[in-house]
């Protein structure tokens, strides 16, 4: 059984930094994809970042430039560096592990930490 537990949420000023961290447990880490997603409220559930098992990244557009992923498969860790934070990024941050032969095809996810940005 995989568990992820989130971590890092806060509240915090336009502008301002936080660093999410999502610390993974039950599963072979380093052979994950992971990912970051979102939801603020009254809105769907949208993906903000994603890091492969290579160590490639993506991003959504309106983090670009502002949000970085990490992953130290040494600490079984993904991390989510935001920087410049906006009030429309308030919403709760969700860890995410994708199916795969891993994980017996399975998804995951975190329980959520809340951000709140104030203007």
């Known amino acids: 059984q995989v568990q992820l537990v989130e971590s890092g949420g806060g509240l915090v000023q336009a502008g301002g930094s936080l660093r999410l961290s999502c610390a993974a447990s039950g599963t072979v880490f380093g052979l994950n994809t992971m990912q970051w997603h979102r939801q603020a409220p009254g809105k769907q559930r949208e993906l903000v970042a994603t890091?492969?098992?290579?160590?490639?990244?993506n991003y959504a557009d309106s983090v670009k430039g502002r949000f970085t992923i990490s992953r130290d498969n040494t600490k079984n860790t993904v991390y989510l560096q935001m920087n410049s934070l906006k009030p429309e990024d308030t919403a709760i941050y969700y860890c995410y592990v994708l199916p795969n032969a891993v994980n017996d095809w399975r998804d995951y996810w975190g329980q959520g930490t809340q951000v709140t940005v104030s203007s």
């Open positions: 890091i492969l098992r290579g160590g490639s990244t």
